[in-house]
């Protein structure tokens, strides 16, 4: 009995003892909170902040402005497989208006090298050209190699006078010329050629050759076959072709020629065009 007594005064102690006191919880109220413990919090926040703001600094780094390269417009290419048919010394009053049914039969565009010489008086048939959609260039007035090469004063006033006639005529300003002779000619020498075309080219003017021809301007005669035969072989160098021929009253096979070569190069898959259409770098021969 006395036993039991003793365990339940020993229980209820134990059970006083584990309970808070009032004051004692008074007096952990008005304790302040670990300063290590708010370190440590304190030390959280500020790590997370720091990463948040590395991870913002990368975006903010100061650095050379990066400047967008403004596209150049690409230049129109060349059609390759395109033949320029050229006519030099016209134009011819019998030879010329033969010349341009063939060429509009076949829907076909070429060039004229005038010599104004030829032209004067055939205000018409210069506008007929024009008309049907060819391009006009010029090739001197008089064609005299000795009076036209013996300055570069007498080629300009020479030069200028056709294209006087030209956009009287028609009122087409020309954009290219030909040497009489071609660019390597041996009747001038490279000082004044090059004097020539440094003028010419800051007028807007291009010079432009050959690089195919039916030799129809040899001093030996040639059939109108042999001249085509030319025609088709001739070309040197790359496409596309500049194809040399004439159209003064003297060469009456070039409507006929024109009308074969036309046909040859068409099926050949080649097409037509004016060198007001032309794109490509001027073709001036170089001198050897």
């Known amino acids: 009995m006395v036993k039991r007594i003793l365990a339940a005064v020993a229980a209820i102690t134990v059970l006083f003892t584990m309970m808070p006191q009032e004051g004692v919880v008074a007096e952990a109220a008005k304790k302040p909170v670990s300063t290590s413990k708010a370190a440590s919090g304190s030390?959280?926040?500020t790590s997370?902040?720091?990463?948040?703001?590395?991870?913002?600094?990368?975006?903010?780094?100061?650095?050379?402005?990066?400047?967008?390269?403004?596209?150049?417009?690409?230049?129109?290419?060349?059609p390759k497989k395109t033949v320029y048919l050229t006519f030099d010394d016209g134009p011819g009053?019998?030879?010329?208006?033969?010349?341009?049914?063939?060429?509009?039969?076949?829907?076909?565009?070429?060039?004229?090298?005038?010599?104004?010489?030829?032209?004067?008086?055939?205000?018409?048939?210069?506008?007929?050209?024009?008309?049907?959609?060819?391009?006009?260039?010029?090739?001197?007035?008089?064609?005299?190699?000795?009076?036209?090469?013996?300055?570069?004063?007498?080629?300009?006033?020479?030069?200028?006078?056709?294209?006087?006639?030209?956009k009287d005529y028609t009122g087409v300003q020309p954009k290219y010329f030909r040497f009489p002779g071609g660019g390597n000619n041996h009747y001038m020498s490279t000082r004044l050629r090059n004097s020539i075309l440094k003028e010419l080219h800051k007028e807007g003017y291009k010079e432009m050759d050959w690089n195919c021809g039916t030799s129809d301007a040899a001093a030996?005669?040639?059939?109108?076959?042999?001249?085509?035969?030319?025609g088709e072989t001739s070309?040197?160098?790359?496409?596309?072709?500049?194809?040399?021929?004439?159209?003064?009253?003297?060469?009456?096979?070039?409507?006929?020629?024109?009308?074969?070569?036309i046909r040859y190069y068409k099926k050949k898959g080649y097409k037509f065009s004016g060198l007001n259409n032309y794109t490509g770098p001027e073709m001036c021969f170089k001198r050897k």
């Open 235 to 261: 070309h040197w160098g790359s496409d596309p072709i500049v194809l040399l021929q004439h159209d003064a009253n003297s060469k009456y096979h070039t409507p006929d020629v024109t009308a074969a070569l």
């Open 220 to 230: 030996k005669y040639y059939s109108a076959s042999q001249l085509i035969k030319y």
């Open 48 to 78: 997370g902040s720091a990463i948040a703001n590395s991870g913002s600094s990368i975006d903010v780094k100061p650095g050379k402005k990066k400047h967008k390269k403004k596209k150049k417009k690409a230049a129109r290419k060349q």
């Open 43 to 45: 030390a959280i926040a």
């Open 93 to 166: 009053s019998k030879v010329t208006p033969k010349l341009l049914k063939v060429l509009k039969k076949n829907n076909v565009k070429a060039t004229f090298f005038i010599v104004g010489s030829q032209a004067k008086g055939q205000k018409k048939l210069l506008k007929q050209i024009a008309k049907d959609g060819h391009t006009l260039a010029i090739h001197t007035y008089t064609h005299d190699y000795k009076k036209i090469y013996s300055s570069k004063k007498a080629y300009l006033a020479d030069f200028h006078k056709t294209e006087k006639l030209i």
